[in-house]
């Protein structure tokens, strides 16, 4: 079955830029009815969407964080990656990745997440 | 603050009936389709309800989606102690062109 998993650094510095990868096992990330997303959940809190990729390159963003990220994505290696510039403490989360469905707008499945430590 | 809201949290016994509410607006819930998801604790969201009504394969038929206007509910049926955990609701905001979430529930199981 479909699986995703987060890699990246754990610790990264304030002001310094979050780079996190998605690897997509179990099926083609070039498929037409998804996007690949990328969702965040601070320690305690609750769930913020940042943003997804189609397959071609086309995105979303949370207007929110629209200003400092980035999301590509790499069909050659079936993976997609999310960069977060200039962060802060209130960046510190646990990052996970999801497929979403177009139109409908579900996420599923979830990879299992990595947290994300903005700290010096 | 979150776009959509939900009550923080919900408690009911082992056995009875649960139901959270998700509150939105024309821009979200009234014109797009609402997803929950299930959050046990130091795991990551599962998808529990899709497409307002939906449930994927697994998900047993105690969880239930419905949705009205700009309102959608998840109702829990024989509550179980494993039922603990955080839901959220989901959809799309046209106004946003973004994913956005309620604030989350916690239902505890007494």
């Known amino acids: 079955q479909l699986q995703l998993q987060e890699s990246g650094p754990g610790l990264v510095k304030p002001s310094e830029t979050l780079s996190l990868t998605c690897t997509v096992s179990g099926g083609s990330i070039s498929s037409s009815s998804y996007y690949w997303g990328w969702i965040r959940q601070p320690p305690g809190k609750g769930l913020e969407w940042i943003g997804s990729?189609?397959?071609?390159?086309?995105?979303y963003y949370n207007p929110s964080l629209k200003s400092r990220v980035t999301i590509s994505v790499d069909t050659s290696k079936n993976q997609f990656s999310l960069k977060l510039s200039s962060v802060t403490a209130a960046d510190t989360a646990v990052y996970y990745c999801a497929r979403q469905t177009i139109y409908y707008n579900w996420l599923d499945p979830w990879g299992q997440g990595t947290l994300v430590t903005v700290s010096s | 603050q979150s776009v959509l809201t939900q009550p923080p949290s919900v408690s009911a016994a082992p056995g009875q009936r649960v139901t959270i509410s998700c509150s939105g607006s024309?821009?979200?819930?009234?014109?797009?389709?609402v997803s929950w998801y299930q959050q046990l604790p130091g795991t990551a969201p599962k998808l529990l309800i899709y497409?307002?009504?939906k449930r994927p394969s697994g998900i047993p038929d105690r969880f239930s989606g419905s949705k009205s206007g700009t309102s959608a509910t998840l109702g829990i049926t024989g509550l179980q102690t494993g039922d603990e955990a955080d839901y959220y609701c989901?959809?799309?905001?046209?106004?946003?062109?973004?994913?956005?979430f309620g604030g989350g529930t916690k239902l505890t199981v007494l």
């Open positions: 989901g959809t799309w905001d046209s106004s946003l062109s973004a994913v956005v």
């Open positions: 990729i189609f397959y071609s390159g086309s995105t």
């Open positions: 497409e307002n009504d």
């Open positions: 024309t821009s979200n819930i009234g014109n797009n389709y």
